[in-house]
């Protein structure tokens, strides 16, 4: 158990709709990194929030939105669904120091 | 070309087998270099963490860093069933605060017994 927990662990949804993703990092970790895996593009990192702060944003579509609350658990918003949005969405998080991650167990999100 | 080159496999061996990983990368700026460990279907979890060049061991573990050759190894030796699943080497350059992860694609192992 790494101390990462994201809800819910399973989502199925009709394409056109939105989502909210959950993610509470492990206990003094400010650091929070979300990646999404699909089965032909492997880990890509999406976005990362340091201490309620957005810090590096990567592949995310305009569609996705995420933010990081005071009490350092992040969410990330999934809208207008498309078929290609089902992966799995981890949630990952790190020490002050950034050096190594965390990652939660996952959200698997089916869009049908 | 991808930053972080890693063979997919499956990789089969039997129980008992001493088993090698390898990934290669073409950023020299890397510093930090990661192997976890993804069980079908379950989140990656953080096998061994290896700062610059060097070795490391952690019981059955041991990862190796060549930079000179920008090669990783992760070893695996008496290996068990238990350790099928799928292994992904990242890394990622010092940056206080915020660090990327570049993962490889991963190397699916499957031990029999």
């Known amino acids: 158990d790494s101390g990462v927990t994201q809800t819910p662990k399973h989502l199925i949804t009709a394409t056109g709709q939105r989502v909210t993703l959950r993610c509470s990092p492990r206990?003094?970790?400010?650091?929070v990194y979300w990646y999404q895996q699909s089965l032909d593009q492997g880990l890509q990192f999406l976005i990362q929030?340091?201490?309620?702060?957005?810090?590096a944003k990567g592949n995310i579509l305009e569609r996705f939105s995420a933010q990081q609350f005071p009490d350092l658990h992040s969410e990330l918003n999934l809208s207008s669904l498309e078929l290609g949005d089902s992966a799995l969405y981890f949630c990952?998080?790190?020490?002050?120091?950034?050096?190594?991650?965390?990652f939660g167990p996952g959200t698997r999100l089916l869009v049908l | 070309q991808k930053e972080v080159e890693q063979d997919p496999g499956p990789l089969s061996v039997p129980e008992g087998a001493i088993v090698s990983l390898n990934c290669t990368y073409s950023?020299?700026?890397?510093?930090?270099f990661m192997w976890y460990r993804q069980y079908s279907r379950k989140g990656p979890e953080l096998l061994m963490y290896?700062?610059?060049?060097g070795n490391k061991e952690d019981g059955r573990f041991t990862a190796q860093v060549d930079k000179s050759s920008k090669y990783i190894s992760l070893f695996i030796r008496d290996s068990q069933p238990s350790d099928s699943a799928t292994y992904l080497c990242?890394?990622?350059?010092?940056?206080?605060?915020?660090?990327?992860?570049?993962f490889g694609t991963g190397t699916r192992l499957l031990v029999s017994p």
């Open positions: 950023n020299s700026a890397f510093q930090y």
């Open positions: 206990s003094g970790d400010l650091s």
């Open positions: 990242a890394m990622s350059v010092p940056n206080t605060g915020f660090q990327k992860l570049v």
């Open positions: 929030y340091y201490n309620g702060e957005e810090r």
């Open positions: 990952a998080s790190s020490p002050h120091s950034g050096e190594t991650q965390y």
């Open positions: 290896t700062y610059s060049s």
